[in-house]
């Protein structure tokens, strides 16, 4: 999963979560038992993420934390499920529904102070309104790297992915191999450009165009086309021709 997921998943789980108290927090994994029993009956206060992470607050001061990498996923049931779904690590169970991680990849308990341990070592999140111009400037204007490996750095900028890399790269003509800091002036635009439409993009996409945070509709048309770069990427290109009518500030909540 890559930020505009795992913002969309984040925003589902506010809807499901935030401000319940959960009747019951079930695992099947040894390492988060404890943690479970600590949490269950405290309301949930705060429902976060930063670039892939995902930070489930609770008043008893107790975090899930939670990273989908590759399979991990989130998915509402009913109230009382008897039954977990296979593959799942953790249910929570709120009354009306149940909410289950599947998969969790990296699921676990921390504190308060971990979480911000955890962010703190990240970069800015390119999901965050408004967009950090400044913050990931400083960031890339550091590293050497080629900038295919410098949007990757999840220390450089969060929420960036394989697949968001590639098509931001092509979509700014910037071969990817260049070091990050001799991007020339119109390069740096482009890039910043491409990471906001192709991540909000991806956003509206994966909400099939109805944003859960505000509940509008909103408008994405594409024109596609098949071209090839001089490294040898070929990608099917989509253009953002309208943004977000009314787009919600993402602001980071650290």
């Not at 039954?83 to 953790?90: G, Q, R, V």
């Not at 949007?151 to 900028?157: A, C, I, K, P, W």
């Not at 991540?199 to 509008?216: C, F, N, P, Q, R």
């Amino acid at each position: 999963a890559e930020g505009p997921q795992v913002l969309l998943l984040t925003e589902r789980l506010r809807q499901w979560l935030l401000g319940r108290i959960p009747l019951a927090i079930t695992t099947v994994r040894d390492a988060l038992t404890d943690g479970c029993s600590d949490a269950v009956e405290h309301r949930i206060v705060q429902i976060v993420c930063h670039g892939k992470h995902i930070f489930i607050c609770f008043d008893n001061q107790s975090v899930l934390h939670n990273h989908l990498l590759m399979r991990g996923r989130w998915r509402k049931y009913g109230g009382g499920l008897l039954i977990l779904p296979e593959d799942a690590w953790l249910s929570i169970d709120v009354g009306e529904l149940t909410v289950c991680n599947l998969k969790g990849q990296v699921l676990e308990w921390i504190s308060r102070a971990r979480m911000h341990t955890i962010v703190n070592s990240l970069g800015p999140d390119t999901m965050t309104r408004p967009y950090p111009l400044e913050k990931i400037e400083n960031r890339l204007d550091a590293s050497e790297h080629p900038v295919s490996e410098s949007l990757l750095d999840q220390s450089l900028l969060a929420g960036i992915g394989n697949t968001a890399k590639s098509e931001i790269l092509f979509s700014a003509s910037i071969d990817p191999r260049k070091p990050t800091n001799t991007l020339t002036p119109r390069e740096r635009e482009r890039l910043h450009e491409q990471i906001q439409n192709i991540l909000w993009e991806s956003y509206i996409g994966e909400a099939g165009g109805y944003t859960v945070s505000t509940g509008k509709v909103v408008s994405l048309a594409r024109s596609a086309t098949h071209r090839s770069l001089s490294c040898g990427c070929r990608r099917q290109t989509g253009r953002l021709t309208t943004v977000l009518r009314a787009r919600e500030q993402h602001p980071t909540p650290f």
